[in-house]
């Protein structure tokens, strides 16, 4: 079964320059997170899909991020303009359905932000 | 609001020694908690998980995590450490309410020496 996909692993970019990142979650996942990992810090959700209508982007920056999930499968999370505590790991996750409990996320690799 | 406290943001321990990470949760609502695994660079790996059902859950690579109600906790151990170990440990919450969603703890780096 392949697993969560995220692109690029990795990204430098100069405070007010905008970037994007792209999330293939796992085949069939109804639900679909993406998570801003600070560095010491655990992951911290930014916002939460189910199919594709959000369900908690309670914590979203909104002013300079955004996040769009067309078709209920890809996803792509932007950032526009950055600033320097945008640097972070930002984790993508999938899960069968949302409604119940106990059902696993699944992790992609993530990918790192750098602002300079 | 459900949160996770971790206690020690850095545990060191020697090969075949015991492991213990502590965590701490508070719940409103009784709770589902989660040990997940971080290796450099990679994403989260879910160890093993507490559901309601045994209070001593077993999961990949010998850990197991015991959940305590009257202590408010969910400690992971591992009788043994591998050096294959070394990595970042992350416990978890599920928040309230029909939509499944997992509140992190800050996190413990676990060395392993040789």
């Known amino acids: 079964e392949a697993g969560v996909a995220q692109s690029p692993r990795y990204k430098i970019i100069e405070k007010r320059q905008s970037v994007a990142f792209w999330c293939n979650p796992i085949?069939?996942?109804?639900?679909l997170y993406w998570y801003q990992q600070i560095l010491g810090q655990g992951p911290k959700l930014l916002i939460q899909?189910?199919?594709?209508?959000?369900?908690?982007d309670s914590q979203l920056p909104k002013d300079r991020f955004s996040a769009e999930r067309l078709k209920g499968v890809d996803s792509t999370l932007k950032i526009q303009p950055a600033k320097l505590e945008d640097s972070a790991v930002y984790l993508c996750?999938?899960?069968?359905?949302?409604?119940?409990?106990?059902?696993?996320?699944?992790f992609g690799q993530g990918t790192r932000l750098t602002v300079v | 609001a459900q949160s996770v406290t971790q206690l020690g943001s850095h545990v060191s321990v020697s090969e075949g020694a015991l492991v213990l990470l502590r965590c701490n949760y508070s719940?409103?609502?009784?709770?589902?908690l989660f040990w997940y695994v971080q290796y450099p660079n990679q994403g989260l790996q879910l160890l093993l998980k507490?559901?309601?059902?045994?209070?001593l859950v077993k999961g990949i690579n010998g850990f197991e995590a015991e959940f305590k109600k009257s202590e408010t906790s969910f400690h992971l151990t591992k009788p043994s450490a591998h050096m294959s170990d070394a990595a970042e440990y992350f416990c978890?919450?599920?928040?309230?309410?029909?939509?499944?969603?997992?509140?992190f703890g800050k996190g413990t780096l676990l060395t392993v020496n040789p």
């Open positions: 899909f189910q199919n594709n209508g959000v369900v908690d």
């Open positions: 978890a919450v599920t928040r309230g309410g029909s939509n499944y969603k997992l509140t």
């Open positions: 507490y559901t309601s059902a045994a209070t």
């Open positions: 085949s069939g996942h109804a639900t």
């Open positions: 719940s409103s609502v009784p709770p589902y």
């Open positions: 996750a999938s899960s069968l359905d949302s409604s119940t409990r106990n059902t696993e996320a699944f």
